[in-house]
């Protein structure tokens, strides 16, 4: 057991007020009831387990306030810290506020004259209403007050120039073709001249499909959607159905007069425009050429889309007019008249149903867009220079366009904004044709010029900047004959 410091205190008997013995020496003779303590000296020092501070030694010059004089009262002693309190917690204008009264302090006689505190303490005051960073205890910088928390985004860089180009010879300089398609096996088809090659963008590796025959040229190229098997369209006005893996023509289908210039897929379903003005809707595990015939243009059909869904057929021909197609009828449901030129490029959204993109040529240069379901015209954007292929990322709410006359450039868009994020350039010639990787990330087009270049303008599906499996070839100039 530990012994008693000195200052602890025995048990204490009460001391007679009146008597004259010393009060540090307590009395067990004169007892008063109920009184169970005794008066220490004055002058004895009292040690206990309670801090309290004591003010008069505070440093107020760290705040810039003026040290109080010396008083035997503590509240003047305490002037400058109950003036900063005051200050911090009802603004720098209180300074006439009345500090509340205790009762001891204000009673005189019977109490009937006690003193009344300030009423307005816990009152709302307009003028005491006042901004977070007044009552910080150091001074708020303006320029603190002007900093966002918020995370900045930083906005996608997308390159100036492409990772690849193909060398491409007698690669036409025709508005009205499309030469160029990707697979969904990451396979590039590209028609020169009588021939049709294919690059393999996982390795490299160009391969010839065919050449036709008779004088006959490549006019267009469509991959179906498991991207095992290529649609040829010729300028005799036939189209052939490859088997790209096994490098065999499995059949060739009939029915246009003049050339077919656009392809598009639907499944098992084939559609194909023609400078004949129709449209011939083919079955290919049917044995007929084609189920069915779409008639509606005046001049030839140059650009051809079908939906995601498959539900509508969007086309574009040299008369300026854009039509969308169901399945049932062979009459166009909806006719759009706007575009003063030809209307080539088509593309339909990926992330919203029934919107449709077009653009027009020389003489209109504008991207317009659509919604089928509506049948609402809702924009219009004048881009300056002919407009020859659309492209919508998988990926983004993000589309490509391609022109030709006057600038050649290829366009990255916001959309709806339709704000630029990107303007490409380095093809000579009008840039008219346009494919998509299967990633969404990458594309191609191809000019006049006789090259294909690839650019990355996409972000990927989780918007990482990882380099695909397209990427991996090797960088460069090559050929792709």
């Known amino acids: 057991m530990e012994n008693p410091s000195s200052n602890s205190m025995e048990p204490q008997t009460p001391f007679d007020p009146n008597s004259n013995m010393n009060p540090k020496t307590p009395s067990k003779t004169n007892l008063i009831p109920g009184f169970n303590s005794y008066h220490p000296s004055p002058s004895r020092s009292i040690y206990s387990d309670r801090f309290i501070p004591s003010r008069t030694s505070s440093n107020f010059a760290l705040f810039g306030l003026p040290l109080s004089p010396k008083s035997s009262n503590t509240e003047d002693s305490n002037s400058g810290y109950t003036s900063l309190l005051r200050t911090a917690l009802f603004g720098p204008d209180s300074g006439n506020v009345v500090n509340p009264v205790t009762p001891e302090k204000g009673v005189r006689g019977n109490g009937r004259n006690l003193k009344r505190p300030n009423c307005n303490i816990f009152r709302y005051k307009t003028e005491t209403r006042q901004r977070l960073d007044s009552l910080l205890p150091y001074e708020f910088d303006d320029q603190m007050r002007g900093v966002s928390t918020s995370p900045v985004k930083v906005p996608r860089k997308v390159p100036k120039s492409p990772y690849k180009v193909l060398d491409a010879p007698a690669l036409q300089d025709d508005f009205y073709l499309n030469l160029v398609d990707w697979s969904s096996q990451n396979v590039l088809a590209v028609g020169l001249g009588s021939s049709v090659y294919l690059w393999h963008a996982s390795n490299g590796k160009v391969v010839k499909l065919c050449d036709l025959e008779n004088d006959d040229n490549v006019t267009s190229v469509g991959w179906a959607q498991r991207g095992t098997h290529l649609a040829v369209g010729t300028s005799n006005g036939k189209v052939q159905l490859w088997d790209a893996s096994h490098g065999k023509m499995t059949r060739t289908m009939e029915g246009h007069r003049l050339r077919v210039g656009a392809l598009s897929w639907s499944s098992s379903q084939l559609s194909s425009g023609s400078r004949d003005k129709s449209i011939l809707q083919r079955d290919i595990r049917a044995q007929d050429d084609y189920v069915s015939k779409l008639s509606g243009h005046k001049s030839e059909v140059c650009g051809l889309k079908w939906s995601p ?55 209109d240069r504008c991207i317009r867009f659509w919604n089928t379901t509506t049948n609402t015209h809702l924009s219009c954007m004048d881009t300056g ?23 050649n450039q290829i366009i990255l868009w916001r959309y709806p904004t339709m704000t630029k994020v990107a303007t490409l350039t380095g093809h000579t010639y009008r840039v008219l044709y346009l494919a998509i990787s299967p990633d969404g990330q990458m594309i191609v087009t191809g000019a006049g010029d006789e090259t294909l270049r690839f650019w990355n303008v996409f972000p990927s599906p989780k918007s990482q900047n990882t380099e695909s499996e397209i990427g991996a070839s090797s960088l460069g100039r090559t050929q792709i004959r």
């Open 309 to 363: 869904d498959s539900r509508e057929l969007a086309s574009g021909g040299n008369d300026n007019r854009l039509f969308v197609w169901n399945n049932h009828s062979t009459q166009p449901i909806l006719k759009y008249c706007e575009h003063t030129a030809a209307v080539k490029a088509i593309a339909w959204s990926p992330h919203l149903h029934g919107l449709l993109a077009s653009g027009g040529g020389t003489a």
């Open 385 to 407: 220079s002919q407009v020859c292929n659309l492209v919508w990322s998988k990926n983004a709410n993000e589309l490509v366009s391609t022109h030709g006359y006057s600038q």
